[in-house]
């Protein structure tokens, strides 16, 4: 029912917020010159997969967590991409591909050995990533690998039609910051 839900949501967000994707799409040419920030992430199963988002920080930017990426490196678009989280909406193709799902545990790097340790030893990767979920709702981020994984599970096993959209709806009148840069 979920992926159905996933697929359905995804499918019409692209369709209707096209112009959206287009205009940020042709911003971000004459922001960084590369609008699209393409990054293999740990999916289901431990299996690689191309995350799509809008690009909010420089070209030259080290491929590191969000947490420990340096504040400085976010351009005046990104900031305003990240604040209204429409750097996300590109995700929608990945959870029409059936990568992600709308929620679940964010997708997280294979360079993030401590997490990926904590979400193994609880199964969170037995389930498709999300575009968000209660850890992002709660301001949990990366930073905290034992608690995150924690609060993962804790979403698997209480996920439901209700938590479902209370979780995306949260997330889109703004509640929790995700994954965010933390200033140096």
């Known amino acids: 029912m979920i992926r159905v839900l996933d697929f359905l949501a995804a499918f019409l967000g692209l369709f209707f917020l096209w112009p959206v994707l287009l205009v940020v799409t042709i911003i971000g040419m004459f922001d960084t010159g590369s609008p699209i920030f393409v990054q293999t992430r740990v999916g289901r199963s431990k299996q690689p997969f191309k995350l799509i988002k809008f690009r909010t920080m420089s070209v030259e930017t080290q491929s590191v967590a969000s947490h420990l990426a340096?504040?400085?490196?976010?351009?005046?678009?990104?900031?305003?991409?990240?604040k209204t989280k429409i750097d996300e909406l590109p995700q929608l193709i990945n959870v029409v591909k059936g990568e992600m799902s709308l929620v679940g545990p964010r997708p997280n790097l294979f360079n993030q050995?401590?997490?990926?340790?904590?979400r193994d030893e609880l199964g969170v990767y037995d389930v498709l990533p999300g575009v968000t979920g209660l850890a992002q709702v709660q301001n949990i981020d990366m930073s905290t690998p034992k608690l995150l994984a924690k609060t993962d599970k804790q979403m698997i096993d209480s996920l439901s039609i209700n938590n479902y959209f209370k979780y995306i709806i949260m997330t889109l009148t703004g509640s929790g910051s995700g994954d965010a840069v933390k200033p140096k």
């Open 70 to 82: 340096n504040n400085a490196s976010i351009t005046t678009l990104g900031s305003f991409l990240r």
């Open 113 to 118: 050995v401590e997490l990926i340790k904590e």
